[in-house]
C-alpha cells in the first residue's frame, strides 16, 4: 500500500523527508536513503505501508529489554530496508532487501491487533529491520494497539526524527537503542549512508526528555570498538544522561561483510561491564553470552539477585514492587 508521509516539507520541486535523523532532501522522481519513500510529483510516497517481512512471539529479553516488563512476550514485526548499511547487519537480508522481497505479505493495522490478541501478547515491538523507516504503519498500528492495552516498544539505531518521536508521545512505551560505537570514525567507515554518532546521541537524550524507557545495546566488535577508554567515553556519557538506563554490551559474531573478525573474547565483554560499573552505569548486561550470570539483574545498592534469568526466559523476579527485598533501593525496573 502506497500513502503520504506524515512528515516532510515541500521545497520548490524537492521535498525534505522529516521521518529520520538524515532529513533526505528528495529530487523529483527519486528516493530516500531507505529507500521507501519517493518523491512524485512534489509529494513524498511511502511504499512499504503494512509490508511486514517478519513476525514473532518473543521473550521481551530478546529485544533485549531487561528492565521493562520482565517476563512478558511482545509480538514482534519487521519489515524490508534501513537508512543505515552497517557492515556488520545481522540481518542484512531484510534490511538490505526492497519491495521486491519475495516474503512480503501486506497488514493493515487491525491484522497487528488481531495477531496481538491471537497470540495472547503483552505487547507489540517494531524490530528485526529499523522500524523508523515504516513510521507511518507503526504509528497508526501503535495508536490502535495502545488503546487496548498493549505496550509498544521501538529496538532502533536511534536515527528516529525529532518530528517522528513527537508524533509517538504518549504511545512509545520503551526502546532500546543501538550505539554502535562512541567514535564518528566507525559510523563514517562501518556504519555508512551518511549516518553520525552525534545525531544518534542527540536522539537518546530526546528520546529520554520525552519520558520514553530507555536501554542501550553497545555491539562489542574486537578491533573496531573494543577499546576501553572509547567504552569509558560512553559509560561516561550514559551516566551524564542517566546512570540508571540500563546498557547491554553484546557479543559481535562475524556476519554479511565483516566474516574477517572473529567472536568478542568474553572476558572483553566483561571488562566492559566493569569499565561501565566502575564509571557508575547501574545496570550492566552482557548480550548473546547465554548462561553468563550478567545476565541477571542485580540491585546496583546492595548486589542483590533480582532478576534470575536463562537465556532470554526469566527464572524468577525478586522484588518487593520495584524495591530490592534486601536493602529497599527503588529499582529502575516496569514490571
Known sequence: MIVESYLYERLNSEVMCKTCMHYCRIKPDKWGICRMRKNENGVLKVYNYGMVSSIALDPIEKKPLHNFKPGSNVL???SVGCNFRCKHCQNYTISRADLSYPYLKELKPEDILKLAKDYDADGVAWTYNEPSIWHEFTLDSSKLVKRE????????????SYEAIDQFEGILDAANVDVKAFKEDFYRRIVGAGAKLEKVLECVKYLHKKGVFLELTYLVIPGENDDMEEIRAFAEWVVDLDRRIPVHFSRFHPDYQMLDKPPTPIKTLERAVDVAKDVGVEYVYIGNVWGHKYEDTFCP????????REGFYVVSINLN???CPNCGYRQNIIL
Open 301 to 308: 545498592n546492595c548486589g542483590e539477585l533480582l532478576i534470575d
Open 149 to 160: 492495552g498493549y505496550y509498544v516498544v521501538y529496538v532502533t539505531n536511534g536515527y528516529m
Open 321 to 323: 514492587g520495584n524495591r
Open 76 to 78: 514482534s514485526f519487521g
